[in-house]
């Protein structure tokens, strides 16, 4: 299984980015029954759990970005998305999209999404 993420980059502040995660070597039962989640690493910092969004289709957010970032999926595509509106300085970040189900466990290599001041 490979997550492969992408549309990280270079914004302003307030701006927008949509991050996308595709799942390959992992047919569709699994995939959709999957939790799958967005993670952050600033430096310096933990990872940490920024959005998730469970096999039935349930999302839930750090506090820091509820009402600004929607995480969504597309079983059909195997693929999740991150849409990240308002965006802050602290957002600054690699971001990792993750699988996760009874016995397995995939990391992303990570996208870089940095917010300028």
């Known amino acids: 299984v490979q997550l492969q993420a992408s549309g990280g980059g270079l914004v302003q502040t307030g701006g927008s980015l949509r991050l996308s995660c595709r799942a390959s070597g992992m047919i569709w039962s699994t995939f959709t029954a999957s939790r799958m989640a967005w993670y952050r690493q600033a430096p310096g910092k933990q990872r940490e759990l920024v959005a998730e969004?469970?096999?039935?289709?349930?999302?839930n957010y750090q506090d820091s970005v509820k009402g600004r970032f929607a995480v969504s999926k597309d079983n059909a595509r195997k693929m999740v998305y991150l849409q990240m509106n308002s965006l802050e300085p602290e957002d600054t970040a690699v971001y990792y999209c993750?699988?996760?189900?009874?016995?397995?466990?995939?990391w992303g290599a990570g996208t870089q999404v940095t917010v300028s001041s």
């Open positions: 993750n699988i996760r189900g009874g016995s397995w466990d995939y």
């Open positions: 969004i469970a096999g039935g289709g349930n999302a």
